[in-house]
Each structure stands twice: as structure tokens, then as C-alpha cells.
């Protein structure tokens, strides 16, 4: 029986939860994920994962932040005035926002924190600093 190797296709079915248990996303209910490895689009700790397995084999793995989406960075936080945000807003904790960075770019934001004139925002992945836990199930090496 063929297992995964590195740049091969797969398609698998995962839940992502934090170490506590808490989901954060799911394929269960729709298709499988279909990925070339090798190429970055995954975690590399979830492409490491996939290797040598079997297709409709099953298991769980404990990916460590530094192979998910790494530390908190302090320097994505950024105070700005509540001026600076549409009048009808009212910025809470845990807030997305979508602005533009220095290029230009479209980039997505949180709200960290709430302060009488100002906002901090932070632009870490929302997953940033956590180990992350994954249910796999490989469905098909194309």
C-alpha cells in the first residue's frame, strides 16, 4: 500500500482544535482538503503530519506553534486613534478589521484592546503562540 511522501497530492479530512479542545475549523463537512505538498500552503507542521501515511488511514497529531504559525510577534500590535475608525464602529475586544498596511496591501486585523481614545490592534495570525492539535484522515494520494 502506497503511503504519502513529500510533493505528493493528497486529499484528506482534518479538524484543527487548540490543545483545549476548542475547534477551529473542520473539512468534515465538506470536501476533503485536496494539496500538493512541498509547495507552503500548509502549516509545515500539518504537511510533516501527512507524511508516510496510508490512504483511509487515521490520526491524531500535536503540532507545536513554532511549526504552525509561530510566537506572538509584539511588534504586529499597533495603537490607533478611535478617530482614525468609521464613526458608526464601536471597536470591542476580539474585533476583526480589515485596513491596508504601509503598502497598501489588504491585511486583517484584531482588536487586543479598548482604550478611551485609542484601539491596539494586533495583526499576528489569530492562531499565533498556540499549539495546535489535529484529527486526520487521508482520503486519497492522487
Do not use: C, W
Request: aromatic share 4%; net charge negative; hydrophobic share 40%.
Amino acid at each position: 500500500m502506497s503511503k504519502v511522501k513529500e510533493n505528493d497530492t493528497v486529499k484528506v479530512h482534518y479538524t484543527g482544535k487548540l490543545v483545549d479542545g476548542q475547534i477551529f475549523d473542520s473539512s468534515l463537512q465538506r470536501e476533503p482538503l485536496e494539496i500538493k505538498l512541498g509547495e507552503g500552503q500548509l502549516i509545515p507542521g500539518f504537511e510533516k503530519g501527512l507524511i508516510d501515511m496510508a490512504v483511509n488511514e487515521k490520526k491524531t497529531i500535536t503540532i507545536d506553534k513554532k511549526d504552525a504559525y509561530g510566537e506572538v510577534n509584539e511588534a504586529l500590535f499597533q495603537k490607533i486613534s478611535k478617530s482614525q475608525l468609521p464613526e458608526d464602529l464601536e471597536p470591542e475586544v476580539g474585533m476583526g478589521l480589515v485596513g491596508a498596511n504601509a503598502a497598501g496591501q489588504e491585511q486583517q486585523f484584531r482588536v487586543a484592546k479598548v482604550e478611551e481614545e485609542d484601539i491596539i490592534i494586533d495583526a499576528n495570525h489569530p492562531l499565533a503562540g498556540q499549539d495546535l492539535v489535529f484529527d486526520l484522515e487521508l482520503v486519497e494520494i492522487l
